[in-house]
């Protein structure tokens, strides 16, 4: 049976064979070896930047696509062969050109300016508060502890980060990146996800990663192949939609956006979001003099 697949993502490949190596409910994560290339998701997940939506299957693709399923894409065909489809596979045809930009380049020398009383911040630092708040009363719906080691190195590290960007050390910077990436559990840990955040900052406001960049690209391989292909693409200034449109709001200082697509944010994985949302705060605190963000918001 064949429908209809929308490359929503500036890097997937052309053509590739490759598999299944880690499925959730809304996406299946394809990779070879050690490195994710693309990632099929249900219809309504916002966009990444290797993301192919898929139509006609449910939103827990983790049962339709297991782990290990061949995936194959050749041109403007998209297979997938599991135990239960057979030989033959589910087959869609790709429709339409990349659309998803995956970038927040941009030239925003005025959000510098104004940042350290800019509402937008301000009121992203309250809602990772209450977040955290939440989650450390136990009121969450799913529920992790701040004390958690783990978390907490990485919060001490992204603020070394900060100081060190914010003081111009690039051998600062690079040591402290390396000692983030792959630091916490699960698919994206959350050292890489804080670092991923810091970077869609810097890449709102300079239009590059700099220092911290080149420290993740070097760094990348020492974490999983989930985690890698984000921060790969993060380097480059790729992120995924929620996280590209936040950081462009915070640098264009629209406070009521900000505030709604945090909280979009926010609700993304069990600490992924949150992480996120405090490395962009501090990678805004890394281009001021002010306090940083991520202490406000701790």
Request: charge should be positive; charged fraction near 20%; include cysteine.
């Amino acid at each position: 049976m064949e429908r209809a697949a929308l490359i929503v993502g500036s890097h997937v490949p052309g053509c590739f064979r490759a598999r299944a190596t880690a499925v959730s409910d809304r996406a299946v994560y394809v990779g070879q070896r050690d490195r994710v290339i693309a990632v099929l998701l249900a219809e309504g997940t916002p966009p990444a930047p290797h993301g192919v939506v898929v139509s006609g299957l449910p939103a827990r693709l983790g049962e339709v696509v297991p782990h290990g399923s061949r995936v194959v894409r050749e041109r403007e065909d998209l297979t997938v062969v599991t135990p239960a489809a057979g030989r033959r596979g589910l087959r869609w045809t790709l429709a339409g050109v990349p659309r998803f930009e995956g970038s927040v380049v941009g030239g925003h020398a005025a959000a510098r300016a104004r940042w350290p009383r800019g509402g937008a911040v301000v009121a992203v630092s309250s809602a990772l508060a209450r977040h955290e708040h939440e989650y450390e009363s136990g009121s969450g719906h799913r529920g992790y502890l701040l004390s958690d080691r783990a978390r907490d190195r990485v919060r001490t590290l992204l603020a070394d980060l900060v100081l060190a960007a914010r003081a111009g050390d690039d051998a600062d910077v690079e040591r402290v990146v390396e000692g983030m990436v792959g630091l916490g559990p699960g698919s994206t840990p959350s050292g890489d996800d804080a670092l991923v955040g810091f970077l869609a900052a810097r890449w709102a406001v300079t239009g590059e990663g700099g220092a911290a960049a080149r420290a993740a690209l070097r760094s990348a391989p020492r974490t999983g192949a989930v985690s890698r292909s984000f921060l790969e693409l993060a380097a480059r200034g790729a992120f995924c939609e929620p996280l590209a449109s936040l950081a462009r709001a915070l640098a264009d200082g629209r406070a009521e956006d900000a505030t709604r697509l945090a909280r979009a944010c926010l609700g993304h994985g069990a600490t992924s979001g949150a992480d996120g949302v405090a490395g962009l705060l501090g990678g805004y605190g890394s281009m001021h003099a002010e306090p940083s963000a991520i202490q406000q918001g701790a």
